[in-house]
């Protein structure tokens, strides 16, 4: 199984940017999904979790700006930013727990996306 991710890029403070995450090979189903990001120097944290059934949960510092979407048929997650700051400059790394079967869930992380917010 992969997840491919694609969608950073450069963006000046206050734009959008839509980040996409798509699940690939031996996949039976999902469970949930996730974006995380881990900035220069700092640990990895979470920014948004979405259930299969479309329950979300968001980082304190992405509320109200983030917001975190699947589509289950075609397993992939998205992540849609705006009002974007500084210091949402990161890589963000989507997560997914997967069942490879009835009976084996197994997590898998993508490689990783570049957002950067410069003027």
């Known amino acids: 199984v992969q997840l491919q991710a694609s969608g950073g890029g450069l963006v000046q403070p206050g734009g959008s940017l839509r980040l996409s995450c798509a699940a690939s090979?031996?996949?039976?189903?999902?469970?949930?999904m996730a974006w995380y990001r881990q900035a220069p120097e700092k640990e990895r944290e979470l920014v948004a979790w979405i259930s299969r059934f479309g329950s979300t949960t968001y980082g304190d510092s992405v509320k109200g700006r983030f917001t975190i979407s699947r589509d289950v048929a075609k397993n992939t997650v998205y992540l849609d930013m705006s009002s974007l700051e500084y210091e949402d400059t990161a890589v963000y790394y989507c997560?997914?727990?997967?069942?490879?079967?009835?009976?084996?869930?197994?997590?898998?992380w993508g490689q990783g996306t570049l957002v950067t917010v410069s003027s």
């Open positions: 997560h997914a727990d997967v069942l490879l079967s009835r009976s084996e869930a197994k997590m898998f």
């Open positions: 090979g031996s996949v039976f189903s999902i469970n949930h």
